[in-house]
């Protein structure tokens, strides 16, 4: 990547990043509406993480 | 804004949907959680989140108090190995329902070998809230890609 494009890239990262202190509302509605699409969405994934592994056994 | 009671019930109303969700969708957990486990949730999620009444606070944050409950608490009793870490994945996937709204769908590109690690030092090692709101920081708003 040249210089100007990291730049452009990191640039559009620190305009991405909100601080902490912006508050954000949740809406819970929305929130369980939600959930159902990430569970279909991500449920092969699901299932691998869902598995205990011996980690750093 | 809702008051406080309709806020906890909305949030209650959210962590028995949810459970709904992801016990039909795994069909694997046969174990419902008892209400109380749903409402103590609540009560320490909102007793945390009325801390920030004088500094505001964004949905990372919010969304971390809820993993970290959910997580401590543990509203399921998994029955086998395959079920194990029931109570983290849900944690996260509440999480991630609470902040994607607000901030985009999680980038495809977040590793599963990172989900991995995340949910067993939830489940293993000690975690603050702030930490936690801390990894779903880097998570969205460092991969610099939103897919929405």
Known sequence: MV??????ALMKTNEQYRPSNCE?????????????????????MNTQLMKGENYYA | MPDMAEQKENIVRFLQQATGEFQNNRNVLNLSPSPLVYQEITQRYLCDISKFTDFPTNAYKKAAYMCF???KLKPFHPLSKEQQQAN???AIDCAFAMIEPVHGLRSQTVPIEFLK??????????????????IF???WDYQGIQET
């Open chain 2, 137 to 139: 920081t880097a998570m």
């Open chain 2, 69 to 71: 409950w959910i997580r």
């Open chain 1, 3 to 8: 210089q100007n494009e990291k730049e452009k």
């Open chain 1, 24 to 44: 954000e509302q949740i809406d819970f509605e929305v929130a369980a509406k939600h959930f159902k699409e990430i569970v279909k969405r991500d449920f092969e």
């Open chain 2, 88 to 90: 983290e994945l849900f």
């Open chain 2, 117 to 134: 690690e995340l949910i067993h030092n939830l489940r293993y090692r000690a975690s603050s809230p702030y930490l936690i709101a801390l």
